[in-house]
Structure formats: C-alpha cells, structure tokens
Nanobody
Framework: QIKLVESGGGSVHSGGSLKLSCAAS????????MAWFRQAPGKEREGVAD????????VYDDSVKGRFTISRDIAKKTMYLEMTSLKPEDSGLYYC????????????????????????WGQGTQVTVFS
C-alpha cells in the first residue's frame, strides 16, 4: 500500500512554467510504472505522461510532447512533471498514479491510455493557465 501526494500546482500565464511533484510513502518497489493524468472541467481524465522505472521508457501524450518532462527519483520516492510553454488548454487537476505490481515496459508504455491499470492515485493538484 502506498500513498501519493501531489504538489506544485498553481496559476500561471500562458507561456509560463510549473513543476509538479508526486511524493510517495510506503513500499514503492513494486510500482515500476507511474504516470501523470489530468482532468479539465467537463472532460474525461486523460494521460499526460508515464515513466517506467527511473526513466527507461518515457511516454508523452502528443499534446504535451516537447513541452513537458516526466522524471522520477526512486531514492526520494518522488516523481516530477516539469511543464513549460504552458497553454490554457493545459489547465486542469493533475493526478499522479502508480501501479501496484511490477509490469513490463511495454505494458507501461500502453498504460498512458489505460487509467484502470493504476491502483494508487493522489488527490490531485490544480493547474490553471491564463491566456
């Protein structure tokens, strides 16, 4: 059982930057696939990026490629999402998620489109981008 806590959200103008953190507590050894999802008001939750182990594989949604960077510090049990060139359409509640058992890198890559694969979720941190 692990607990995930996001932080780092805030309000910025278009073109600005934010860095989100996801701190995990508990045993994270089995959580070799973690991800960031986001949900805008009135929209379904969508995968933004996911990471396998400490970065062996990184997957990004097309909408954030080249602007967002996912990373993970396993020793600190913390995952990050560095967001640059933010756009109003990036606004939403950002969640971090983790699997509860080791999975393959291939499965992790596919999980950006499969939120059901993730057992553990944080409460979310709000990101608002003003035009």
């Amino acid at each position: 059982q692990i607990k995930l806590v996001e932080s780092g959200g805030g309000s910025v103008h278009s073109g600005g930057s934010l860095k989100l953190s996801c701190a995990a507590s508990g045993s994270t050894l089995a959580s070799n696939c973690m991800a960031w999802f986001r949900q805008a008001p009135g929209k379904e939750r969508e995968g933004v990026a996911d990471i396998y182990n400490s970065g062996m594989f990184l997957v990004y949604d097309d909408s954030v490629k080249g602007r967002f960077t996912i990373s993970r510090d396993i020793a600190k049990k913390t995952m990050y999402l560095e967001m640059t060139s933010l756009k109003p359409e990036d606004s939403g509640l950002y969640y971090c998620a983790a699997v509860d058992r080791p999975i393959s890198g291939g499965d992790c890559k596919r999980n950006i489109k499969n939120e059901g694969a993730f057992r553990y979720w944080g409460q979310g941190t709000q990101v608002t981008v003003f035009s």
